[in-house]
């Protein structure tokens, strides 16, 4: 991808994030409670390095409000036409384009390469993220939403709050479905590997973007995911995807997510007074 269509890209997010209203609202309910149990320095911030909350049964809890920690923040408006976007909601490099993780660029079947290079060409107008349709979860890590995790025994689910989205991850030993009906976030089932919850999905609907690139997997996609807490402040997510409609091998990315304490998930719905893809249509 050129640094000017990257640049169209990131500003085409931060005017998506203008829309939709990433900013918290101040006077909300318990966006500054205490999270209970926070490991800190004795200056008062948080122990990002302490070791990983455990569950009864010894395992790491991925319990927790999480955000992408990818490092790739909205730039602020410097004499541009680009919105001001608020540093402390950053938005993954992957988010733009998650074949920048992935050495040698994505391995595209050629009618893929030829729908993506259309979508980069055309700034992403048919995103469905900006028409307001539901992310994969595999996009949702990427995106600068929180999400909130809750790890209960047989089953971790995941809780998004752009436009009230949830996943289930079930633990409980059951095999994945042999005919699923499609879904956004697929079916998913997870096993513990010593350290590292490995989880396998399937069931996914067709052409689910993964990016504002147009990135996307199909219905035949299996996506395996390695989940690790290394320390309190940390998730790392290795994710291979094996999708042969799409690509002519799977590849494999390592996504990053970091802890966010004292605040809560608030209602995000794109919906709600919805005007951009009216306005920005053709454009």
């Known amino acids: 991808?050129?640094?000017?269509?990257?640049?169209?890209?990131?500003?085409?997010?931060?005017?998506?994030?203008?829309?939709?209203?990433?900013?918290?609202?101040?006077?909300?309910?318990?966006?500054?409670?205490?999270?209970?149990?926070?490991?800190?320095?004795?200056?008062?911030?948080?122990?990002?390095s302490a070791p990983p909350p455990r569950t009864q049964d010894g395992k790491p809890d991925f319990s927790g409000i999480w955000l992408t920690d990818d490092g790739f923040p909205c730039p602020q408006n410097q004499g541009t036409d680009l919105l001001t976007c608020g540093p402390?909601?950053?938005?993954?490099?992957?988010?733009?384009?998650?074949?920048?993780?992935?050495?040698?660029?994505?391995?595209?079947?050629?009618?893929?390469?030829?729908?993506?290079?259309?979508?980069?060409?055309?700034?992403?107008?048919?995103?469905?993220?900006?028409?307001?349709?539901?992310?994969?979860?595999?996009?949702?890590?990427?995106l600068p939403h929180l999400q909130k995790v809750v790890q209960v025994p047989g089953l971790l689910v995941m809780l998004d709050e752009d436009n009230a989205m949830y996943r289930q991850v079930f633990t409980d030993g059951r095999p994945l479905p042999h005919d699923p009906n499609p879904t956004w976030n697929g079916y998913s089932s997870g096993r513990w590997e010593g350290e590292t919850l490995v989880v396998d999905s399937i069931g996914f609907r067709d052409d689910l973007w993964l990016d504002m690139a147009g990135n996307f997997i199909t219905s035949a996609a299996k996506i395996r995911e390695r989940i690790r807490r290394p320390d309190y402040g940390h998730l790392q997510i290795e994710v291979t995807v094996d999708d042969p409609k799409a690509y002519t091998k799977p590849w494999t990315i390592t996504l990053k997510q970091r802890i966010v304490v004292d605040t809560e998930l608030v209602d995000e719905i794109c919906l709600e007074n919805e005007k951009s893809s009216q306005r920005m249509l053709g454009k």
């Open 88 to 142: 402390e909601l950053p938005i993954s490099r992957y988010g733009i384009d998650i074949g920048a993780g992935v050495a040698g660029g994505l391995p595209y079947r050629p009618e893929t390469a030829a729908l993506v290079k259309k979508r980069t060409a055309e700034q992403s107008k048919d995103d469905p993220h900006a028409r307001c349709f539901p992310d994969t979860f595999l996009r949702s890590y990427g």
């Open 1 to 48: 991808m050129t640094p000017i269509v990257r640049r169209l890209l990131i500003a085409s997010l931060c005017s998506i994030a203008g829309a939709v209203g990433f900013v918290l609202p101040a006077s909300a309910q318990w966006l500054k409670y205490p999270t209970p149990g926070v490991p800190r320095t004795p200056d008062g911030k948080v122990d990002m």
